[in-house]
């Protein structure tokens, strides 16, 4: 009876009309950016272009594929989140499973765990920290992307609470068949651990695919650049020599070069996030409940 009240009906278009606008806003300027990208250079030059191609033709794409320089930071930020994503998990695994013991099986998990706290709370700051790169050899080093942000803490914290309500009873069953802690991680906690396991691949993906920051002030050379930090570049700053030749132009928009490269951008990631959306909001209240 409650659910055919007149005020639940109310209720329930409100709220369905309050998120089919908060999608509308998300989509339509990535089906702007997308007809734009399409669009010939004169209907984008004089903003004619709203969510339908005018002039349809795909010469922005065609430059911005053939051009070694986009394609070389495409490579690179796919690289990059490959291994900084895998390296990362390894690295964030590997810890939250000791620090998810009790104090009695693991000496000193408290210590540990305030210590990667106050590490997650303050920074030492973009000064020290270039340094200690600098002093490390990183600068122009393609692991200067991927070394700083290896130790996720708030990952870590995530996972294990998440080991934390593993049931004791299946650890105990595999520390009596003769199990290792090694062996008990990878055959107990890891398989019904999966979820957890897809939500930070997916923090770790969007994180590595979409940092341009790090590139800007790691790498002073723009062929070692990541896709985010070349877009930064030619969208920010305008400087689409470092993209192509300039003589190019004469026969195409800048805009919808600037569309096209800002779609082939976050095309990865729209093709993926639909698939494990969910995981995004299951990480939301991951670690809501243990400490």
Same mark, same amino acid.
């Given at each position: 009876?409650?659910h055919k009240s007149v005020g639940y009906r109310w209720f329930y278009a409100c709220n369905i009309a309050?998120?089919?606008?908060?999608?509308?806003?998300?989509?339509?300027?990535?089906?702007?950016?997308?007809? @734009?990208?399409?669009?010939?250079?004169?209907?984008?030059?004089? /903003?004619?272009?709203?969510?339908?191609? $005018?002039?349809?033709?795909?010469?922005?794409?065609?430059?911005?594929?053939? /051009?070694? &320089?986009?394609?070389?930071?495409?490579? *690179?930020?796919?690289?990059?989140?490959?291994?900084?994503?895998?390296?990362?998990?390894? =690295?964030?695994?590997?810890?939250?499973?000791?620090?998810?013991?009790?104090?009695?099986?693991?000496?000193?998990?408290?210590?540990?765990?305030?210590? +990667?706290?106050?590490?997650? +709370?303050?920074?030492?700051?973009?000064?020290?920290?270039?340094? @200690?790169?600098?002093?490390?050899?990183?600068? /122009?080093?393609?692991?200067?992307?991927?070394?700083?942000?290896?130790?996720?803490?708030?990952?870590? @914290?995530?996972?294990?609470?998440?080991?934390?309500?593993?049931?004791?009873?299946?650890?105990?069953?595999?520390?009596?068949?003769?199990?290792?802690?090694?062996?008990?991680?990878?055959? =107990?906690?890891?398989? $019904?651990?999966?979820?957890?396991?897809?939500?930070?691949?997916?923090?770790?993906? @969007?994180?590595?695919? /979409?940092?341009? %920051? !790090?590139?800007?002030?790691? +790498?002073?050379?723009?062929?070692?650049?990541?896709?985010?930090?070349?877009?930064?570049? *030619?969208?920010?700053?305008?400087?689409?020599?470092?993209?192509?030749?300039?003589?190019?132009?004469? &026969?195409?928009? !800048?805009?919808?070069?600037?569309?096209?490269? *800002? %779609?082939?951008?976050?095309?990865?990631?729209?093709?993926?996030?639909? %698939?494990?959306?969910?995981?995004? $909001?299951?990480?939301?209240?991951?670690?809501?409940?243990?400490?």
């Amino acid at each position: 009876m409650y659910h055919k009240s007149v005020g639940y009906r109310w209720f329930y278009a409100c709220n369905i009309a309050l998120t089919g606008l908060c999608a509308l806003l998300c989509v339509l300027p990535l089906l702007h950016i997308l007809a @734009v990208s399409f669009s010939g250079k004169a209907a984008a030059g004089a /903003n004619l272009v709203t969510f339908w191609p $005018v002039d349809f033709n795909v010469e922005a794409y065609a430059k911005t594929l053939g /051009n070694d &320089n986009f394609v070389q930071a495409l490579f *690179i930020s796919v690289k990059r989140s490959i291994i900084g994503t895998a390296l990362g998990m390894a =690295v964030t695994i590997l810890t939250a499973y000791p620090l998810s013991k009790e104090e009695a099986v693991f000496k000193g998990r408290s210590i540990y765990t305030w210590y +990667l706290i106050v590490t997650m +709370l303050f920074s030492g700051g973009l000064v020290p920290t270039y340094v @200690v790169m600098s002093r490390l050899g990183l600068i /122009n080093s393609f692991w200067a992307l991927i070394l700083p942000g290896l130790v996720a803490v708030f990952h870590i @914290v995530l996972l294990l609470n998440f080991f934390r309500g593993v049931p004791k009873e299946l650890e105990e069953a595999a520390y009596m068949d003769g199990a290792s802690h090694l062996r008990t991680l990878t055959d =107990v906690f890891l398989p $019904v651990s999966l979820p957890a396991l897809a939500t930070l691949v997916l923090f770790q993906l @969007v994180t590595h695919w /979409n940092a341009w %920051f !790090d590139g800007m002030i790691y +790498l002073t050379k723009p062929t070692q650049w990541p896709l985010s930090t070349l877009l930064q570049s *030619i969208i920010v700053q305008v400087d689409f020599t470092k993209l192509s030749n300039p003589q190019e132009f004469a &026969n195409i928009s !800048d805009r919808t070069v600037k569309a096209s490269q *800002i %779609f082939i951008g976050s095309l990865p990631i729209l093709l993926v996030y639909p %698939f494990l959306q969910k995981y995004f $909001v299951k990480g939301l209240v991951l670690g809501a409940v243990k400490e």
